[in-house]
């Protein structure tokens, strides 16, 4: 049984671009929530994706948007690159509220 | 707001030892779920162990067990006979029962010294 994955591992961009990145969720799962993790801190909450709807949304500017598609998977789009946007992005899924199981994460780098 | 707070961020421990990660936390509910995370150079992101607020036992989780303070919102992590693959970045967590999102702290650095 796959676990949680997510693609790319890591990508560079530049300042002012715009990156999608996607995440499959565990088997059986039909929640995928996004979280940010800047270097030396511990990740923070994006927003979360339940039945291709936003559900909960985190403390975060409009540049950053998702989508959940029919088979679950969703994807994190980030608008108009800044560099402080420069971190590992993780993706988690679940059956709605219960435990959330994590990915490998996508280390983004903006230069 | 709620917050969480591990005052550590670094801690040693020789192999075969026992360490104690601290964290607090700060929240106006009374029902909620805590979390330590382990995130090792790998970067996956894996749940040791989780405790229910509701819950006046302690978990534990083989060698992982927790000392849960409701009254005074503290929620500490033993880790006992500390093996080379312990070593990673702890994470406390915390997540109101109504709430999807999953508050972290900044994170421990355990070090093993075999």
């Known amino acids: 049984d796959a676990g949680v994955t997510q693609s790319p591992t890591h990508l560079i961009k530049t300042r002012g671009q715009q990156v999608t990145l996607r995440c499959s969720p565990k088997s059986g799962h039909d929640t995928v929530s996004w979280y940010q993790q800047a270097l030396g801190q511990g990740p923070q909450f994006i927003f979360q994706?339940?039945?291709?709807?936003?559900?909960q949304r985190g403390n975060f500017p409009d540049r950053f948007s998702g989508h959940q598609f029919p088979n679950y998977s969703s994807e994190l789009n980030v608008n108009a690159l800044l560099l402080g946007d420069s971190a590992l992005y993780l993706c988690?899924?679940?059956?709605?509220?219960?435990?959330?199981?994590f990915g490998p994460g996508t280390r983004l780098t903006v230069t | 707001a709620q917050t969480v707070t591990q005052s550590q961020p670094e801690m040693s421990v020789q192999e075969a030892e026992t360490v104690t990660l601290s964290c607090t936390y700060d929240t106006s509910e009374s029902d909620y779920y805590l979390f330590w995370y382990k995130q090792p150079p790998s970067r996956q992101m894996i749940l040791v162990i989780r405790?229910?607020?509701?819950?006046?036992q302690n978990a534990t989780e083989n060698r992982f067990s927790v000392n849960f303070q409701k009254a005074a919102k503290s929620f500490s992590l033993k880790i006992s006979d500390s093996q080379l693959g312990d070593a990673a970045m702890y994470f406390c967590a915390y997540r109101f029962t109504r709430d999807d999102k999953i508050i972290f702290g900044k994170g421990t650095r355990l070090h093993i010294l075999p």
């Open positions: 994706y339940y039945e291709e709807e936003e559900r």
């Open positions: 405790q229910e607020a509701y819950k006046q």
């Open positions: 988690a899924s679940s059956v709605l509220a219960y435990e959330q199981y």
